[in-house]
């Protein structure tokens, strides 16, 4: 039975959003090339794949359903009160794998000792063997290395054959596009002759695809990235966390954008005392320190959840509005920024010709606004978004840190390095969920910030007349 | 030492594919001035930069050489470069604003360059500063040498640009359009202070400007540039008196003047007045400066003082004035898009300063403005043919998407354009397009009165006169009234009926063409008039 979290419902909102957004830009020449600009930059389309492969665990990670408890002895459905989601499902094996307390990376033992019962009774203190990881192995310290490595050249032929037909497929695409010949489009390709870079796409698509099929196939047997004190998957936390991250790091902006865009461009179109108080408005907010007012809120949404507990029925849907709150409150905090620099912008506008032409026309406020003015602000949005994505996906990290972020229960970057802290204590260290987390959350923020860089560029006037 | 100063030859400058200089000749003797004429994009500035060594990195010099005293500049390391310049090779530019440092005094900026060139300590260099500046006819130099660039107007500063320039005694000095942003009475005294300095430190100028009678002026020399190409090359007075090649003819034929305007006018008849359109009582438009914690006005800025006008069906006025007389404010004040502070504009027996936005809204169609500049007129992500659809929008004119659409292309083909022009974004056309089609927008909602705010100043000469001739025959078709704001007097002789001249926010002078301009009684229309450069024959 599908149900729908609060945060989920969002996100595809956003997710139609932008799709109307492509659909406009592909529609329009003017707005068409600038993103030429970053369909061409190499480093962009790198991350670019990047960023769509964590946007695909992101989004199969949004799909929730209460699972199908097997069959009552009437015949009739029975769901579990459990949220799941469809990436769940696909991985359920990493869920499922549970040990009883740490254990590091690929190892067939547990990293704590125990007392264990041998088959003649005795007693003794020793590191016993795991339940799921290198369990297929009758010595894991001659026949894991090997063990490993053919799973991993297993994995590579899969692989080759996948890619190999994903490639094809493409190229067969792009050759009826430009209209040439398939082999007339390989070799194109291939010497990297292609507008786009296709070259860079294959290759980053590549090692990401190899990584990914590779993990999978590992993660079946042993705990790649180890686990954590209960036992849990370390690989499957952290990929889950994607989701957490890239919510924070979108539905902030969604939520930020709305105060910006309105109270920045009234306050420099109409300026006199809307202006004065708008402007008073964020000075007042900026001069708040953030993280007290996130504070603030979030211990106020413990207590009202606490108070009306009845209407939270799972974990999952408790969790889910302390996400959505961090979002808001976010975004409350984060707008004033943007909305400074639209206010200065739109000042600049109202003063040039085409406007004071549409005024002399008798053109309504309204619709100089929603026609002169906000397209042509609309470059500074986009920049301040994407730049603003992997500075919130930080954020969250820190807030958690401090415990002021996501509910504890919920993955996410910033709890397992909160975490981390006690791990990285103890003797002998266990180092693998710091490790992890800095892994996923350095490669999203990477990409997002490599990505963001060429997209300024393209959009920036300043820099525009280079290509032109 | 020969004759020669300086000598180009066969000199080619490439960006990428495109030719910007095409193998040019030119000799530059001691003490005399060569102007470089051309219009807008023609390699002018190109070659200056050249000499100077300072071409911007996507250019690349494909041929030729520049002899400076028989050693080619080209070929000189960074170092020595750095002597030439400013030490033999002084330049100035055409914007002074920005080519001072804001938070620097004047004094110690000119001083860099003479400490640089002519290794003068402290002391000695504010005493050469002081005398530079007087040399450049500022006066009281020895406080100014304290003042910073915000406190001079604009022939100051390029006052103080020239002193820069003079600083290490160079015997060629480049002008680059050194009057193109300066008003002409302020033009006048900077062009007198050139030749009087050219006379005493016997310089040689380099002179490049796109302005006939600046030329004519200045000149001993005249080369003609066009694409890149020095089409002709003579002295001033042969020049002047018969330009021998095609395009130079075609840039005297492109001046506005009283004279082109009797030949076409000799054809049709000059309508005869035919009522008053509209009435301007006593306007007034005043700013107020406001300071202090509570934004207390504390004073005035009296834009337009108290100015009635009368505007007639069918005929231009002009009005004429320097930068910040309050022209500009004054059209818009009749637009209604400054509110105006006292007074009445009254439109066809209705006062619009009394109306409500509501019913101003209804009026707009009445009044329309064309810009200055035609880059910054129209909004860049929209095409043409909605931008011109805007206003009948706005207005109600047209019932259907498909009525509006035939109107456009009407419009487009009245200014001179093709209807497939409305498909079109405002950057694939020309500056002289992008006017034409500012002017299909104005006439899209039916005005009767369109205010011109130097609609032709950003163009070319020969754009110019185009724009000008179907501002013109626009009249004559559809009994256009236009409120023309212009600096440039020849446009008024040609375009004009009546005259009034604005002098710091009042007129001081209102009447026919002829008797303004040729018989004029206000001291300061005197001197605005003595100020235009005009083109002589006769040295």
Redesign the interface.
Known sequence: MPIVLWTDALVFLLLIMVSLFVWHVRRHEHLRRPWRIVLCSPIAMASAVILLIYLIIGLLDSLHFHPQIEDLNNGEKQYSTQIKSVFDMLVSHLQEHDEKTYSAPFAAWQYNKETIELEDGTMIRDYPRLRFGGAHLRDPDTEKIPDIVSKVLHSTVIWSVIFFLFVMLVIWRISRRIQRSFPESISAVARGKTEIPWLVIFLTAGISLWLVIVAWNLSHYYHIFGTDKVGQDVFYQAMKSIRTGLIIGTLTTLVMLPFAILMGISAGYFRGWIDDAIQYIYTTLNSIPGVLLIAAAILMLQVYMANHADQFTSLAARSDMRLLFLCIILGVTSWTGLCRMLRGETMKLREVDYIQAAQAFGVGNFTIIMRHILPNVMHIVLISVVLDFSGLVLAEAVLSYINIGVDPSMNSWGNMINSARMEMARDPVVWWSLAAAFVFMFVLVLAANLFSDTVRDAFDPRLRGREE | MSDTLIEISDLKVCFGDNVAVDGIDLRIKRGETFVLLGESGCGKSITALTMMRLLPNAARVKSGQVLLDGEDLLRLSEKRMRQIRGGKIGMIFQEPQTSLNPVMKIGDQIAESLIWHNKLNGNSSRAAVIKLLEDVGITDPERRYDEYPHQFSGGMKQRVMIAMALAGEPELLIADEPTTALDVTIQAQVLELLQTLQREHNMAILFITHDLGVASKMADHVGVMYAGKIVEKAPRDQFFRAPAHPYSRTLFDALPSRLKRQQEEQKKNRSASNGVLMEVKNLDIHFPIRSGFFKRVTGYVKAVNNISLTLEKGKTIAMVGESGSGKTTFG?GV?Q?VKPTNGSVIFEGEDLTRLTPAQ???H??D???I???PY???????IVGD?IE??MI??GIGKTRQERIRRVEELLVQVGLEKTHRMR?PHEFSGGQRQRI?IA?ALA?DPKLIICDEPTSALDVSVQSQILKLLKDLQDRLDLTYLFITHNIGVVDYIAHKVAVMYRGEIVEYGDVDQVLYHPQHPYTRELLSAVPRIETSA
Do not use: H, T, W
């Open positions: 818009k637009l898009l101003l809204r209804k707009r169609s009044i329309q403005i810009f200055q500049d910054s007129s129209m909004n860049p992500r929209m931008i805007e206003g706005a207005q974004y500012c927008r909602v």
